[in-house]
């Protein structure tokens, strides 16, 4: 059974820091990125940033180059996002999900993902 599990949201102050895990369980991942996605209240899911877990590619949304940083350990599989310098627009709820190693060009088209976590909500307000 695929499953994948977020966990570390909360609430924070703007300029304050969480950091995200997501664990992976029932499929090899030697044929899968990991992607970060946030989506916020009526608006669609984006792409935060993407990781290959053994080449170690990684890309960043522009609107997070500088404040997240993505991570992988594929012996726990588990990837990380680490957030940083939050800002209110950052608030959301952010997935995890896994997309076929070889859809590298699509990194960031949430349709073409296979496989999704619950989410875990970030919440940025003083």
């Known amino acids: 059974q695929v499953q994948l599990v977020e966990s570390g949201g909360g609430l924070v102050q703007p300029g304050g820091s969480l950091k995200l895990s997501c664990a992976a369980s029932?499929?090899?991942?030697?044929?899968?990125?990991w992607g970060w996605f946030r989506q916020a209240p009526g608006k669609e899911r984006e792409g935060v940033s993407t990781?290959?877990?053994?080449?170690?590619?990684?890309f960043y949304a522009d609107s997070v180059k500088g404040r997240f940083t993505i991570s992988s350990d594929n012996a726990k599989r588990t990837a990380y996002l680490r957030l940083n310098s939050l800002q209110p627009e950052d608030t959301g709820r952010y997935y995890c999900?896994?997309?076929?190693?070889?859809?590298?060009?699509?990194?960031?088209?949430?349709?073409?993902?296979?496989?999704w976590g619950q989410g875990t909500l970030v919440t940025v307000s003083s």
């Open positions: 029932g499929f090899s991942l030697n044929t899968y990125a």
């Open positions: 999900g896994a997309i076929p190693y070889y859809r590298g060009t699509h990194y960031f088209v949430a349709a073409e993902y296979h496989y």
């Open positions: 990781i290959t877990p053994f080449s170690g590619r990684i």
